[in-house]
Structure formats: structure tokens, C-alpha cells
């Protein structure tokens, strides 16, 4: 199984970007996938999650109305579209799957991740 993370970069505070995470080697359709950061000296945290169908998104509190998580299932491939971008959104971001639940937000829960793609905001 890989998970290859893409799409990070530096911007600057109220910018935009989209992360793009590709799958392989899992039935992708049949997971449940995630987002997570880690900012430097932080814990990781939850950002996004979607059910294996994409009708069921979950989102943590800091990020809800600013970023969007969907998914391809043709393309075996999750998405986060990052919009209003803060210098606190700043973190390696992870994509993650998960075979067992629907919009797994604790990372426990997930079996899968990638290497991380860096995003950083500038004030």
C-alpha cells in the first residue's frame, strides 16, 4: 500500500492550496480517508476525514468553512482544497486510509499513511 501525498507549498496567509493524496495498492473505494497535520513541535491533528462512499465528510473545528476534503474514486485519489489559509495552518500534511470506519477522525483508527507533503502559510 502507498499513499503519496502532493501539492504543498509555501503561500501567503488568506491564499490557496490544494493537496492531492494518490493511492495504491488498497481497494481504494473500500476506505475511508484522512487528512492530518503536524506542526513543528506539535502533536498530529485531525483535520478531514470521508467516508468510502464521499457522502460523509467530518472536519475539525479550526478548519470547517475554510477547507474542503472530496475524493476520485476513479482516480484512486483524496483531495484537500485549502482556502483562507492562516500562518497557524502551517504543518506537514498527512493522508491517511482507514478500512473500518466512516469518517474516522483518531488516528488510531487509521492503518495507512503517506509521507506527508510540507504547507507553509506566510503572515
Known amino acids: 500500500v502507498q499513499l503519496v501525498e502532493s501539492g504543498g507549498g509555501l503561500v501567503q496567509a488568506g491564499g490557496s492550496l490544494r493537496l492531492s493524496c494518490a493511492a495504491s495498492?488498497?481497494?481504494?473505494?473500500?476506505?475511508?480517508m484522512g487528512w492530518f497535520r503536524q506542526a513543528p513541535g506539535k502533536e498530529r491533528e485531525f483535520v478531514a476525514s470521508i467516508s468510502w462512499s464521499g457522502r460523509s465528510t467530518h472536519y475539525a473545528e479550526s478548519v470547517k468553512g475554510r477547507f474542503t476534503i472530496s475524493s476520485d474514486n476513479a482516480k484512486n485519489t483524496v483531495y484537500l482544497q485549502m482556502n483562507s489559509l492562516k500562518p497557524e495552518d502551517t504543518a506537514v500534511y498527512y493522508c491517511?486510509?482507514?478500512?473500518?470506519?466512516?469518517?474516522?477522525?483518531?488516528?488510531?483508527?487509521?492503518?495507512?499513511w503517506g509521507q506527508g507533503t510540507h504547507v507553509t502559510v506566510s503572515s
Open positions: 495498492g488498497l481497494p481504494f473505494g473500500s476506505y475511508a
Open positions: 491517511a486510509a482507514d478500512k473500518t470506519t466512516a469518517t474516522p477522525s483518531r488516528i488510531a483508527l487509521y492503518d495507512y
